[in-house]
């Protein structure tokens, strides 16, 4: 059973930054490539952004592309969400998910693993 378990999340003004933490069990963490989503209220989930399981390919949505970045921690079965410069827009939960290949997927059918989200807000 893998679970996926999200942290950093909380309020910030609009510009500010926050780190978003998903940490892995459950199966090994280096053999799969990692994705964030997020869900606005009253809105599909929405690709985030996606990294390979090296940590040497990245993708992002065109939404957050320039402002957010994605990295991985292999040794500590952790991924990381680098939100900068953010908007009121950005509010949303934040979910991260476990890819079914080594490769990043920007589809939700891409991953079987889910985490329980964290609560972004940004005031403007």
């Known amino acids: 059973q893998v679970q996926l378990v999200e942290s950093g999340g909380g309020l910030v003004q609009a510009g500010g930054s926050l780190r978003l933490s998903c940490t892995a069990s459950?199966?090994?963490?280096?053999?799969?490539?990692m994705g964030w989503f997020r869900r606005a209220p009253g809105k599909e989930r929405e690709f985030v952004g996606g990294?390979?399981?090296?940590?040497?390919?990245?993708y992002y949505g065109d939404s957050v592309k320039g402002r957010f970045t994605i990295s991985r921690d292999n040794a500590k079965n952790t991924v990381y969400l680098q939100m900068n410069t953010l908007k009121p827009e950005d509010t949303a939960v934040y979910y991260c998910a476990s890819s079914r290949a080594l490769y990043i997927g920007i589809w939700e059918r891409d991953y079987n693993y889910w985490g329980q989200g964290t609560q972004v807000t940004v005031s403007s």
């Open positions: 459950g199966r090994s963490f280096r053999s799969y490539g």
């Open positions: 990294i390979g399981w090296s940590g040497g390919d990245t």
